[in-house]
T-cell receptor
Framework: GAVVSQHPSWVICKSGTSVKIECRSL??????MFWYRQFPKQSLMLMAT?????????EQGVEKDKFLINHASLTLSTLTVTSAHPEDSSFYIC????????????FGQGTRLTVV | KQEVTQIPAALSVPEGENLVLNCSFT??????LQWFRQDPGKGLTSLLL?????REQTSGRLNASLDKSSGRSTLYIAASQPGDSATYLC???????????FGTGTRLQVFP
């Protein structure tokens, strides 16, 4: 299947700093990528849809100025958590659809963010 | 609003048992349904994808069925092994959007 790579796999940062997470489609081009957030023992919640060359579409309740998304190329989307606070600590996962007609979704390895 | 529910929430069984994990969704106008596996602290691994026009898909010891009219999908795991221990998630997508709506998940533990 298609491969989606996410980096870093974990990061610890101080309150008030910003953290950037990268999501790459390694063997296909993705005009659209998705960012999810997952709290412990809970399911995935969609945060935003990242569109190559245009603005991201955020889900209701997600602060776009807090979670900056940039999709500058067909293989890379980045999520920047700005002025991070402890409540932003979570597991963040990105996803992209396969370019085939099946529209199968593939996920990155996830990033564990801890804000201290 | 589409809701996706999975039953049971947790399951603990001895190895060798055949298992049934259930997924139900409220809006039957889905494009496809996908089953994933998630190991603790890891991303999601795609297991099976069922298009709306299909009734089932099989991969090894896994078989997933889809009944759109009743809003249900079932993941069948044959001859379970300790290595099957993980959280299993189902997710549905729709024709007018690329979004995936995830179920609540089933945490499976298979003990030797």
């Amino acid at each position: 299947g298609a491969v989606v790579s996410q980096h870093p796999s974990w990061v610890i940062c101080k309150s008030g700093t910003s953290v950037k997470i990268e999501c790459r489609s390694l063997d296909f081009q993705a005009t659209t990528m998705f960012w999810y957030r997952q709290f412990p023992k809970q399911s995935l919640m969609l945060m935003a849809t990242s569109n190559e060359g245009s603005k991201a579409t955020y889900e209701q309740g997600v602060e776009k100025d807090k979670f900056l998304i940039n999709h500058a190329s067909l293989t890379l989307s980045t999520l920047t958590v700005t002025s991070a606070h402890p409540e932003d600590s979570s597991f963040y996962i990105c996803s992209a659809r396969a370019p085939t007609g099946s529209a199968e979704a593939f996920f990155g390895q996830g990033t564990r963010l801890t804000v201290v | 609003k589409q809701e996706v529910t999975q039953i049971p929430a947790a399951l603990s069984v001895p190895e060798g048992e055949n298992l049934v994990l259930n997924c139900s969704f409220t809006d039957s106008a889905i494009y496809n349904l996908q089953w994933f596996r998630q190991d603790p602290g890891k991303g999601l691994t795609s297991l099976l994808l069922i298009q709306s026009s299909q009734r089932e898909q099989t991969s090894g010891r896994l078989n997933a069925s889809l009944d759109k009219s009743s809003g249900r999908s079932t993941l069948y795991i044959a001859a379970s092994q300790p290595g099957d221990s993980a959280t299993y998630l189902c997710a549905v997508s729709f024709y007018n959007t690329d979004k995936l709506i995830f179920g609540t998940g089933t945490r499976l533990q298979v003990f030797p």
